[in-house]
């Protein structure tokens, strides 16, 4: 930004300069393998410098200057290999053409249960295979690669996902992934970003969206890391919905929060989460911290259990399209964020998130079998997000959300830290009858202190659930389990968190 302000001197506020320039800049950027890129990246900078409000398409590519790529791909994102013969040698083909520096652990047998598990996916799809697609590089992610692909058949597209994990003995291939689903949630909204590297990232997401037809072509730039171009993506996409929608936003569904009023529209899968302008009883966070929550969750391993929120500043919108309760409460609760400026709304700042079931509503409506299930996976996202030193703080249901997938995730950031900083303890033995009548604790209770013991008062779980919890997650409720997993982190133990389930691995394991 320096160097910008530096050249244009004092032409630095000229718009006139600023649309010849961006003219320019779509012509070289043209030539580029990552034209859609370099686009988000003018923008960034034309932003910072104008404070825009809104979209200025004179000074912003605020849709893409280019319908079709502009270049054609000197190489091809993917290699194609024929379904000819063997099902097993198809597999070891394709795994020797990853050139992985470890050796494999044991390569064919792996190969051997590969093949076995992709040919039964097959016929009990009845599919005929064509051929396979390989993306000729792996996603990295933590101590997981996945070599991604999919399968050709008459008549459809199938995801090929090759899960492989490394340890002491090598690499081993861990999973075999065929199935939309479980594409889509290893490129979760609540996972951490991939490390991946192409030079032409637009042909790469068109790959994926071939495997992941119902993900926001946003949530796959994200997924890969290019978070800035993601929420250029996502910002297109609520203005093309907008554009097209007569629905009003309106107040979210669900328990009002302390600290963030939320609102959505009926028709669209996205919430927008705005910081209150003064906090409700008891709550002592203030506005900075809650943004720098929001800053660790986008910097740490979210564990397939915190949802991604991408932060917007300047958005405007039409009045009508507020609902009148809404736009009132906006109006009393965070009027130092939102203004209404003639027939236009200004929201200074917001956090924009995948829309999700709050989980005391889903208890309430979804029938048993669900419910239960809900209720064990809640307890897992507690764990998994223990194992990545994230402690929630409140654990209350209305603060976790259900995913379409059924997946339990958590989106309400104000009192999460890491698990390390938390100071468990048990309750000490009274020293009288009289101390446990007390409404107030009758010993010292640091800040910093969490009784485990406590946590089923607090939950709100429904009576008829409770006993399914304890039963498979009553760990939670002792001292011993959160220290244990202090103790492991400290220790500077990797505990990884699958993006699949036990049931889905070629081999059981602990």
């Not at 520096?101 to 992709?118: C, R, S, T």
């Not at 989980?359 to 507690?382: F, N, P, S, T």
């Amino acid at each position: 930004m320096g160097d910008i302000r530096g050249l244009l001197d004092d032409r630095l506020m000229e718009k006139l300069v600023w649309a010849s320039m961006k003219a320019v800049y779509s012509t070289l950027i043209a030539r580029h393998e990552d034209w859609e890129i370099a686009e988000t990246f003018f923008n960034s900078v034309t932003r910072r410098i104008f404070s825009t409000v809104g979209v200025d398409p004179q000074i912003e590519f605020v849709a893409t200057d280019f319908d079709t790529p502009p270049t054609f791909a000197s190489d091809p994102v993917y290699r194609a290999y024929e379904a000819e013969g063997d099902t097993a040698v198809l597999i070891h083909t394709i795994l020797a053409d990853f050139d992985f520096q470890a050796p494999f652990a044991h390569l064919e047998e792996d190969i051997k249960l590969a093949a076995a598990f992709l040919d039964g996916r097959l016929t009990g799809m009845n599919a005929e295979l064509q051929q396979i697609d390989m993306v000729m590089t792996g996603f990295y992610r933590g101590k997981s690669v996945y070599l991604v692909g999919r399968l050709v058949a008459r008549n459809s597209i199938i995801p090929f996902i090759l899960a492989l994990q490394h340890d002491e003995g090598g690499i081993y291939v861990d999973s075999v992934l065929c199935d939309e689903n479980s594409a889509s949630i290893l490129f979760s909204f609540a996972r951490s970003y991939f490390h991946v590297q192409v030079a032409r990232p637009y042909d790469l997401v068109q790959f994926l969206h071939t495997i992941m037809p119902r993900k926001r072509i946003a949530e796959i730039y994200i997924s890969l890391g290019y978070n800035k171009h993601g929420k250029t993506e996502l910002y297109r996409d609520l203005l093309d919905h907008l554009a097209h929608s007569d629905e009003q936003f309106h107040i979210a569904p669900g328990q009002r929060g302390m600290v963030m009023t939320v609102f959505v529209l009926p028709d669209y899968d996205l919430v927008f989460k705005i910081i209150k302008d003064k906090f409700s009883y008891p709550k002592k966070t203030t506005r900075q911290e809650v943004v720098q929550k929001y800053k660790m969750v986008f910097l740490h391993d979210r564990a397939g259990r915190l949802i991604d929120a991408q932060s917007f500043e300047h958005l405007k919108f039409r009045e009508e399209q507020f609902a009148p309760e809404l736009l009132a409460e906006l109006r009393e609760i965070a009027s130092s964020t939102v203004q209404v400026n003639g027939d236009s709304v200004i929201v200074a700042h917001a956090y924009v998130e995948r829309r999700v079931i709050p989980l005391d509503i889903y208890l309430r409506e979804e029938d048993e079998a669900a419910a239960q299930a809900a209720v064990l996976d809640y307890g897992q996202a507690i764990k998994d997000l223990a194992a990545t030193n994230i402690f929630p703080g409140d654990m209350l249901l209305k603060n976790f959300g259900v995913t379409r997938h059924g997946r339990v995730v958590f989106y309400d950031y104000d009192e999460l830290r890491p698990l390390t900083s938390v100071n468990f303890r048990r309750f000490p033995q009274s020293a009288s009858y009289e101390d446990d009548l007390f409404d107030e604790p009758w010993f010292h209770v640091n800040e910093d202190d969490v009784f485990p013991e406590e946590f089923m008062r607090f939950m709100g779980l429904p009576i008829k659930l409770r006993s399914l919890f304890i039963e498979h997650h009553g760990d939670l409720l002792d001292v011993a389990f959160w220290q244990t997993t202090q103790n492991r982190i400290r220790a500077g133990e990797y505990i990884g968190i699958l993006p699949y389930t036990q049931s889905q691995r070629l081999r059981p394991r602990p």
